[in-house]
């Protein structure tokens, strides 16, 4: 089944704390991204990769780092998490190339991170 | 960036209704999408409409799009309370290549 897989689902965690949100797709795709959901603000985009080894900044990007070693794997690393990155995390993953289809993000099932 | 806003934010009806939701953008697009979100879940594509299009139907889902006044609305004919879920339009721009998704549209409806 076509898929994108995050893990873990549910985390809760102390500030400074590092930890890795990883992020997995089974479709061949070139381009992913992070997201974070919080109420009334929507989604806005962390980071994303057009391809292996391009990663770049989204609108909010601070407190965050990602890879793209792998074409598959795209995991969000958070390095000192703080209180104000307590969210819903969704990784997504789109074609990057192959007219409008390619446009279409299919997302994970989401990662929601509580920072004390 | 946010582009897309919808209107309304939230809307509650019966079942068997039908469900209008704006969509409203400001700057040039490619084309416009719609998701949904079952609460707390993933994002779910929904339909696509391109810059050239102005009207598109999938099972009961109809999606507009004029692009002179840049809004789109999305129309869910004889609502389920299946249909329960927040809508999302995004935006895409081949300039940026990156989909910009509005703050999301709660609909409710009831059995």
């Known amino acids: 089944e076509a898929q994108v897989t995050q893990n873990p689902r549910y985390l809760i965690t102390v500030t400074g704390k590092k930890l890795t949100v990883t992020c997995s797709q089974n479709?061949?795709?070139?381009?992913m991204s992070w997201y974070r959901q919080d109420p009334g603000l929507g989604l806005r985009q962390i980071y994303y990769?057009?391809?292996?080894?391009?990663?770049d900044k989204g609108d909010v990007p601070e407190g965050y780092k990602v890879s793209r070693k792998e074409k598959r794997n795209f995991p969000l690393i958070l390095e000192s998490p703080s209180p104000n990155q307590t969210s819903l995390y969704f990784c997504?993953?789109?074609?990057?190339?192959?007219?409008?289809?390619?446009?279409?993000?299919?997302f994970g099932a989401g990662s929601r991170l509580t920072v004390l | 960036s946010q582009q897309g806003e919808e209107d309304p934010q939230a809307l509650s009806i019966q079942e068997g209704e039908n469900a209008t939701m704006n969509c409203s953008y400001k700057?040039?697009?490619?084309?416009l999408q719609w998701y949904r979100q079952n609460s707390g879940r993933g994002l779910v594509h929904l339909i696509l409409i391109r810059s050239n299009e102005r009207e598109k139907h999938s099972g009961r889902l109809r999606v507009t799009l004029d692009t002179s006044k840049k809004s789109s609305s999305l129309l869910i004919t004889a609502s389920r309370a299946a249909d329960t879920a927040s809508y999302f339009c995004a935006t895409f721009t081949y300039g940026n290549n990156r989909l910009a998704f509005g703050k999301g549209n709660q609909v409710v409806v009831i059995p």
């Open positions: 990769s057009m391809n292996v080894e391009v990663t």
């Open positions: 997504a993953s789109r074609p990057g190339t192959g007219g409008a289809g390619a446009n279409v993000l299919t």
């Open positions: 700057t040039s697009i490619n084309n």
């Open positions: 479709m061949n795709h070139e381009y």
